[in-house]
């Protein structure tokens, strides 16, 4: 009994936390969806969602190539990383996470600043005589900004599930036929 009270003890604050700021504001979601401008009970507003149909279309159209560009770069890089040595492995993981310190706010408004009309880009190729490129807001910039700031979230669970794989595991699917990536 003594154990469950420390256990409870200790989970106590990330459930607080976890009511405050997951629970609490999907349940004011949840009641501005159903309620009109005065307070008033309705359906009006879970009916008008056929209104952003489009909307929904793209953003799930932008997922989708931005899953399929994140693990086309995630997978073979995860795979490069398990093969490595334990200490090339450490630094890779580390150059990995490091962007994850930063706030994402902040690497978002990074890419804004390097992108925009008088962004480092646009800036670089205006010493070739190249007029400025309007990229922000493009949908190439929108799934440049979703790859980038989830890569490392396709990075590392690959990379944990590959660096576990018994070798002895790969040589039993060779003598079976299988042909190596090495």
């Known amino acids: ?38 307070g008033a ?35 073979p890089f995860a795979y490069a990383m398990s093969k490595k040595s334990v200490a090339s492995q450490k630094m ?33 190729l205006g010493l070739f005589g190249i007029e400025p490129l309007k990229m922000i807001g493009t949908p190439g910039a929108v799934i440049l900004g979703m790859v980038y700031n989830y890569l490392p979230y396709m990075i590392l669970p690959i990379y944990t599930v590959l660096s576990k794989i018994e070798p002895s595991l790969l040589e039993a699917a060779e003598d079976l036929g299988c042909s190596s990536f090495e």
């Open 41 to 75: 009970f309705t359906f009006e507003n879970i009916k008008n969602l056929k209104d952003y149909s489009h909307t929904f279309g793209i953003s799930i159209g932008y997922s989708l190539i931005a899953t399929a560009i994140t693990l086309l770069i995630a997978y």
């Open 92 to 124: 890779q993981m580390m150059l990995v996470m490091l962007p994850m310190w930063m706030n994402l706010l902040i690497r978002t408004y990074s890419w804004v600043n390097i992108l925009e009309r008088n962004g480092i880009i646009n800036n670089f």
């Open 1 to 38: 009994m003594k154990r469950k009270t420390g256990t409870f003890i200790l989970n106590a604050p990330y459930t607080v936390w976890a009511a405050i700021f997951i629970v609490v504001p999907l349940f004011i979601v949840l009641y501005y969806s159903l309620t009109d401008q005065n």
